[in-house]
């Protein structure tokens, strides 16, 4: 069965710092990841997917993420966070049980960014 | 871009009452749309998967009678709350997932907030 572990419940970095946010998961397929972003009082937004082409993943506001099979990781990254980046996000992978491959969520992480 | 629209985005209802809750795909058709729950602070729990034209399947958990959903077209679902009760206050929150031509994308909606009083 799938599963994702978002290492972190709340991130906290200075603005203008790397961001790192950190996601393991299990598979017993060649899983499809996510990073969805969740500002408050919005919807879901996606930032960016993989889907077994290349490893290293680039979304959008800057934000990438990186497939490493071996570490079973898809970490999120970002070189500098802006204040705009406060939110959460959730780490997501697809469970390709029969056709309707649901979509099986982390719990969240809080990022907070600080002046 | 594919957009998914909820309605209504907020709304309040005594307890005992039914409120209803819809998700449209704007433009492209979603033979499955998914309901999801959220509690403050945590992340989503899926509810039920919705297929159009069929009944929906519900999660472990989640009570078939009370949260009734329909599917009744390629770009419209609903959910039903039914006898409304403070406990059901939540973010409800649709997805919906466009064809195999487009990736078999899902597209959230922005969710709905439903206060029971």
């Known amino acids: 069965a799938q599963s994702v572990t978002q290492l972190d419940s709340h991130v906290s970095v200075s603005e203008g710092t790397p961001v790192l946010l950190r996601c393991n998961y299990s598979?017993?397929?060649?899983?499809?990841l996510f990073w969805y972003v969740q500002h408050p009082n919005k919807g879901l937004q996606l930032l960016l997917k993989?889907?077994?082409?290349a490893t290293l993943v680039k979304g959008i506001n800057g934000f990438e993420a990186e497939f490493k099979k071996s570490e079973t990781s898809f970490h999120l990254t970002k070189p500098s966070a802006h204040m705009s980046d406060a939110a959460e996000y959730f780490c997501?992978?697809?469970?390709?049980?029969?056709?309707?491959?649901?979509?099986?969520w982390g719990l969240g992480t809080s990022l907070a960014v600080n002046p | 871009g594919a957009v998914v629209s909820q309605h209504p985005s907020r709304v309040i209802c005594k307890s005992g009452t039914s409120v209803k809750i819809e998700c449209r795909s704007l433009d492209f058709q979603a033979t499955t749309m998914f309901w999801y729950r959220q509690f403050p602070k945590q992340s989503l729990m899926l509810m039920a998967t919705s297929n159009e034209g069929s009944k929906a399947t519900y999660e472990q958990g989640v009570e078939k009678d009370k949260f009734l959903i329909n599917h009744a077209s390629l770009t419209l679902s609903t959910l039903t709350v039914t006898s409304a009760h403070p406990e059901d206050s939540s973010f409800y929150i649709c997805s919906a997932r466009a064809g195999a031509d487009s990736g078999n994308t899902i597209y959230f909606g922005e969710g709905s907030w439903l206060t029971v009083v």
């Open positions: 598979s017993s397929y060649s899983p499809s």
């Open positions: 997501v992978v697809s469970d390709r049980a029969g056709n309707n491959r649901k979509l099986i």
């Open positions: 993989y889907t077994s082409a």
